[in-house]
């Protein structure tokens, strides 16, 4: 059974970076991996997500250009390397696992894929 788990979230500071992981119970071969974010008050968001072989990424127009996803399936993780953070960036982030046919394509569009595994979050909050 596929289980999930983040860490790497913290307080950082305007401008500052952090390092997201998601590490899998099993094998993530079979998986594209999407994270996601949730703001007190405000829907989940979409953020970025890597298909199974990690040729195909994704990344939500909010966050192009300050973040980049990397997998290392030897080690059934995901990374989400956070870059530039910003206050609007604070939000409990959460990983999830796509079992896809697709080896190179991903999407975080709920309306094209659905994400049956999820991870319980880890905070993130950019402050001064």
């Known amino acids: 059974q596929l289980q999930l788990v983040e860490s790497g979230g913290g307080l950082v500071q305007p401008g500052g970076s952090l390092r997201l992981s998601c590490a899998a119970s099993?094998?993530?071969?079979?998986?594209?991996i999407g994270w996601f974010r949730q703001a007190p008050g405000k829907e989940r968001e979409g953020v970025a997500c890597i298909g199974r072989s990690g040729q195909g990424t994704n990344y939500a127009d909010s966050v192009k250009g300050r973040f980049t996803l990397s997998r290392d399936n030897a080690k059934n993780t995901v990374y989400l390397q956070m870059n530039n953070l910003k206050p609007r960036d604070t939000a409990v982030y959460s990983c999830?696992?796509?079992?896809?046919?697709?080896?190179?394509?991903?999407?975080?569009?709920?309306?094209?894929?659905?994400?049956?595994?999820w991870g319980p979050g880890t905070q993130v909050t950019v402050s001064s």
């Open positions: 099993v094998t993530l071969d079979d998986y594209a």
């Open positions: 999830a696992a796509d079992r896809t046919p697709y080896p190179n394509f991903c999407t975080v569009d709920p309306r094209m894929r659905r994400y049956d595994d």
